[in-house]
T-cell receptor, first 114, second 114 residues
């Protein structure tokens, strides 16, 4: 009965080799978020989708892109991973970005860049 | 700007001890406040929330009260268990936000020893 699913849980990629992380949800939520969490740090929002509308955070590097082909799926593409992109990537969903509505997080994908 | 500050960890307690993890915030308007918990190698789970001043969020023996006068949302539990060992994140969602963006504190690691 997993609600927010992330695949794979662990991903190893080479420096500069494009990589895609996947998130799916069974909650039928309107909003899907991608966060980056580096070791011992707080999660940092990269971007989110509200339905099909893409919202990028101002300080998210161009190297990070996202796609949401339908309500259930959202992908994070890292075009040319650098060593500094090694982190846990967390996907989250919410029904609506309205006040007080909590976000549901997936288990995360830990990305290693070699 | 909006920000969240948590007490530094790690916090190390013996089983059945009383827990307090301090959290203060800076925000314009009336934010919603959240505590999330992250167990090793996992994503974030919502622990409790409060959406307006003087609200008390509670779950699994944990409590936190939204104090607007002191801009605080301290997490408390009367008797901790070994299974409570995790990283705890305080977060806010600005009342003026229409994106649902969460701003997290830096996290506090709790270690409970038998």
């Amino acid at each position: 009965d997993a609600m927010v699913i992330q695949n794979p849980r662990y991903q190893v990629t080479q420096f500069g080799k494009p990589v895609t992380l996947s998130c799916s949800q069974t909650l039928n939520h309107n909003v899907m978020y991608w966060y980056q969490q580096k070791s011992s740090q707080a999660p940092k929002l990269l971007f989110h989708y509200y339905d099909k509308d893409f919202n990028n955070e101002a300080d998210t590097p161009d190297n990070f892109q996202s796609r949401r082909p339908n309500t259930s799926f959202c992908f994070l593409d890292i075009r040319s991973p650098g060593l500094g992109d090694a982190a846990m990537y967390l996907c989250a969903t919410s029904r609506d970005p309205d006040r007080g509505i909590e976000q549901y997080f997936g288990p995360g994908t830990r990305l290693t860049v070699t | 700007g909006n920000s969240v500050t948590q007490m530094e960890g790690p916090v190390t307690l013996s089983e059945e001890a009383f827990l307090t993890i301090n959290c203060t915030y800076t925000a314009t308007g009336y934010p919603s406040l959240f505590w999330y918990v992250q167990y090793p190698g996992e994503g974030l789970q919502l622990l409790l929330k409060a959406t307006k001043a003087d609200d008390k969020g509670s779950n699994k023996g944990f409590e936190a009260t939204y104090r607007k006068e002191t801009t605080s949302f301290h997490l408390e539990k009367g008797s901790v268990q070994v299974s409570d060992s995790a990283v705890y994140f305080c977060a806010l969602r600005a009342g003026s936000s229409n994106t649902g963006k969460l701003i997290f504190g830096q996290g506090t690691t709790l270690q409970v020893k038998p």
